[in-house]
């Protein structure tokens, strides 16, 4: 019925960057926030960014100055853009899409970040 669905994980050299997709679709209404977080083996799912529908962001201290959250509206869809990226940035990266009521998570995508 809800459909999260990410894009553009992928193998990088370090100092490279990637651009993440999340695009919610199907019966849902009235988001609130949307938001990435990512899970590395062995350690907690983080957040790493999230935006509300006014567009007020918030980054994890780590990412700071490295990456880019931003959402289209209009198209129930946001991206992370990542730049710099680093070893310590390979993980599993997970969509939170959120409303008053309810939260949806996408599947993940991996992000390796290896030379």
């Known amino acids: 019925q809800v459909q999260v669905v990410e894009s553009g994980g992928g193998l990088v050299q370090p100092g490279g960057s990637l651009r993440l997709s999340c695009a919610a679709s199907g019966r849902i209404f009235n988001i609130w926030s949307m938001g990435w977080y990512r899970q590395a083996p062995g350690k907690q799912r983080d957040v790493v960014a999230d935006i509300t529908s006014g567009g007020v962001t918030n980054y994890a201290d780590s990412v700071k100055g490295r990456f880019t959250i931003s959402r289209d509206n209009a198209k129930n869809t946001v991206y992370l853009q990542m730049n710099s990226l680093e070893p310590d940035d390979t993980a599993v990266y997970y969509c939170?899409?959120?409303?008053?009521?309810?939260?949806?998570w996408g599947q993940g995508t991996q992000v390796t970040v290896s030379s």
């Open positions: 939170k899409v959120s409303t008053w009521a309810q939260t949806y």
